[in-house]
């Protein structure tokens, strides 16, 4: 069974710009988390989506938004982006058991100059 | 919320040797513990998980167990190899609610 991919892999954009990044969960998961990971910050939870629905949202600005497909295919985005966001946004997938058992993806390593 | 406090943040043994992380988590009510390990350029990999149910599981040379009174859980690596050299981070969970996670302990061992 295939993993969590992400696309892309590497990002460099600059500031003020946006960016979408995507995600295609294990097959048949139907819950698909996002982190964002910096060295100072750790693993911070973005928000998770389920069903098409946004289930949960961390503390993140509004900037940070995300969707998910009936495929549960998942896609978040990140518009006017700041020198901080610089960052490895993982994705992860899981069953139906929300938090339980994630599966995480490689990441997608975003450079804002 | 959930805060989750992780040590130590860098660990070195020897090959061969045992090592041993720490967590502490804050609420009460959570009830599942995952550990994962994350390799250079990869991300983090699931390698056990506990339920507020149960105090210690195995698995190979890895067990992690779960004192629910004193609200911390360990995970516990046995014969360590050169390829256990990862960050591991533990994580926290009640139910439906987010995973909360540790900072990191960056393990090194040495040959």
């Known amino acids: 069974k295939a993993g969590v991919t992400q696309t892309p892999r590497y990002l460099i954009k600059t500031r003020g710009q946006q960016v979408t990044l995507s995600c295609s969960p294990i097959?048949?998961?139907?819950?698909v988390s996002w982190y964002q990971q910096t060295p100072g910050q750790g693993l911070q939870f973005l928000f998770e989506?389920?069903?098409?629905?946004?289930?949960n949202k961390g503390n993140f600005p509004g900037r940070f938004s995300g969707r998910q497909f009936s495929n549960s295919r998942s896609e978040m985005n990140v518009s006017t982006l700041e020198l901080g966001d610089s960052a490895l946004y993982l994705c992860?997938?899981?069953?139906?058991?929300?938090?339980?058992?994630?599966?995480f993806g490689p990441g997608t390593r975003l450079t804002v100059l | 919320g959930e805060n989750v406090e992780q040590h130590p943040s860098t660990l070195s043994v020897q090959e061969g040797d045992s090592a041993v992380i720490k967590c502490t988590y804050s609420d009460s009510a959570s009830n599942y513990f995952p550990w994962y390990k994350q390799e250079l350029g990869k991300g983090p990999q699931l390698i056990i998980d506990i339920r507020s149910n149960v105090g210690e599981k195995k698995d190979q040379r890895i067990a992690v167990t779960l004192n629910k009174t004193a609200k911390h859980f360990s995970l516990h690596i046995t014969e360590t190899q050169p390829e256990d050299s990862a960050v591991y981070f533990c994580a926290a969970s009640l139910g439906n609610e987010k995973l909360t996670f540790g900072t990191g302990t960056r393990l090194t061992i040495i040959p």
């Open positions: 989506y389920f069903s098409e629905t946004q289930r």
């Open positions: 992860a997938s899981s069953l139906e058991a929300q938090y339980n058992e994630q599966f």
């Open positions: 097959s048949g998961h139907r819950s």
